[in-house]
């Protein structure tokens, strides 16, 4: 069955210290790995696309990249502002996109 | 340019009242889906516009849910005689084309509260 894992389920970090989020798959036919953000009282903000394995995309602090099995979002020297929940999403044969259940990233100042 | 628009942004009805959701994709956006986010989970594929082909409805948890859509711009979505189990954040999102690698962008959603 087609499935998306996201952990942890929460982080906290102090401003300045870098970490990881994953985002596990098993999907047949990956078409894309997708990376969003979610502010309180907010709608997902895209963030990254990832086609194939092997692939990096970078915006600002974040670092999104892709194997065959799982998808991981490094987060560079975090700020305050960056705290938000995170979730990603595939899509396979099917146009609507799968989510996680996301990773709520606190960053202590 | 404008973002995907949907009202009313809150709306609070008595159980068994009809609810209508409304959607106004970005401009150009052929495709058009909606979700349902209950609180503290992901989100729930409900339908999926593209064009003038038939949408894609396989999300819709019962009858009492429907959507339509003119063209390729306004859509709404419609829930009757609502239940608890409805409240939720329902969220609206449009992508380019009917290609399931392009992003889709969603807007902030019509939080609905079943009385």
């Known amino acids: 069955e087609d499935q998306v894992t996201q952990s942890p389920e929460a982080l906290r970090l102090q401003e300045g210290e870098s970490s990881s989020l994953n985002c596990s798959y098993t999907v047949s036919g990956l078409r894309g790995l997708f990376w969003y953000r979610q502010d309180p009282g907010k709608g997902p903000e895209f963030l990254f696309t990832l086609y194939s394995a092997g692939e990096e995309k970078e915006k600002e602090r974040l670092k999104a990249t892709l194997t065959k099995k799982e998808s991981f979002l490094h987060i560079t020297a975090p700020k305050p502002e960056d705290s938000a929940t995170y979730l990603c999403?595939?899509?396979?044969?099917?146009?609507?996109?799968?989510f996680g259940s996301g990773t709520q990233l606190t960053v202590l100042p | 340019g404008a973002g995907v628009s949907q009202s009313p942004s809150n709306k609070v009805t008595e159980k068994g009242k009809d609810v209508e959701l409304r959607c106004d994709p970005i401009?150009?956006?052929?495709?058009l889906y909606w979700y349902r986010q209950r609180l503290g989970q992901g989100l729930e594929f409900l339908i999926y516009?593209?064009?003038?082909?038939?949408?894609?409805k396989s999300g819709l948890p019962s009858d009492r849910f429907s959507a339509e859509r003119t063209g390729e711009s306004v859509s709404t979505l419609t829930i009757q005689r609502t239940q608890q189990e409805d409240s939720a954040v329902y969220l609206c999102a449009s992508s380019l084309g009917d290609y399931s690698n392009q992003p889709q962008h969603f807007g902030d959603g019509t939080r609905l509260s079943i009385l």
């Open positions: 401009s150009g956006h052929t495709a």
């Open positions: 516009f593209q064009g003038n082909s038939a949408p894609d």
């Open positions: 999403a595939y899509s396979g044969s099917a146009r609507q996109l799968t």
